[in-house]
T-cell receptor, first 114, second 112 residues
Framework: ETGVTQTPRHLVMGMTNKKSLKCEQH?????MYWYKQSAKKPLELMFV???????ENNSVPSRFSPECPNSSHLFLHLHTLQPEDSALYLC?????????????FGPGTRLTVL | EDKVVQSPLSLVVHEGDTVTLNCSYE??????LLWYKQEKKAPTFLFML????IEKKSGRLSSILDKKELFSILNITATQTGDSAVYLC????????????FGKGTKLTVNP
């Protein structure tokens, strides 16, 4: 158990649906991250939150909308996605932002967009 | 455009073999290079390298960075089946906006 949990573990949605991915960390960390891992493409850092404030948004389309209500929870709200958005979405946390050598990753949500 | 290239993309070896995984990069404002091991889904951190020529070592794994030639290698000696995984290399860039750029990974399979 890594201390970072993600729900759901698998999600299938249509292009007109709205869904949310949830991440929770039990490590007392202050920074949380969303990553996207598509088949045959490099892992991509999407968003970074530090003390609930978004510090990085790496040119992610607006159909992905993150929310960080507190340092322990991170959401990724999804709406009008495209089939190419099908991927593994990984959440991670670290004590401080940019502490990539101290990140703990969650198990991921496997998303399929039909 | 910042780029991280890993080679080979996949590798199959037998237990006991030694392997070398390569990571080359072209980025502006390099800050550090990281290696991760990804089994199933969640990556786990292996090494962070910031200085050239200083080997980092953990058990049978070691890594070194060459900032002049812009590459890093990850060595695994006496491989075991438990080393089978995808090994990811990533570079952190500094500047106005920090970025983390990943390579596509090397899939290592260690057969008994």
């Amino acid at each position: 158990e890594t201390g970072v949990t993600q729900t759901p573990r698998h999600l299938v949605m249509g292009m007109t649906n709205k869904k949310s991915l949830k991440c929770e960390q039990h490590l007392g960390h202050n920074a949380m991250y969303w990553y996207k891992q598509s088949a045959k493409k490099p892992l991509e850092l999407m968003f970074v939150y530090n003390f609930k404030e978004q510090t990085e948004n790496n040119s992610v389309p607006s159909r992905f909308s993150p929310e960080c209500p507190n340092s322990s929870h991170l959401f990724l709200h999804l709406h009008t996605l495209q089939p190419e958005d099908s991927a593994l979405y990984l959440c991670a946390s670290s004590a401080l932002a940019s502490s990539y050598n101290e990140q703990f990753f969650g198990p991921g949500t496997r998303l399929t967009v039909l | 455009e910042d780029k991280v290239v890993q080679s080979p993309l996949s590798l199959v070896v037998h237990e006991g073999d030694t392997v070398t995984l390569n990571c080359s990069y072209e980025v502006t404002n390099f800050r550090s290079l990281l290696w991760y091991k990804q089994e199933k889904k969640a990556p786990t951190f292996l090494f962070m390298l910031t200085s050239s020529g200083i080997e980092k070592k953990s058990g049978r794994l070691s890594s070194i960075l060459d900032k002049k030639e812009l590459f890093s290698i990850l060595n695994i000696t006496a491989t075991q089946t438990g080393d089978s995984a995808v090994y990811l290399c990533a570079v952190v860039t500094q500047g106005g906006s920090e970025k983390l750029v990943f390579g596509k990974g090397t899939k290592l399979t260690v057969n008994p």
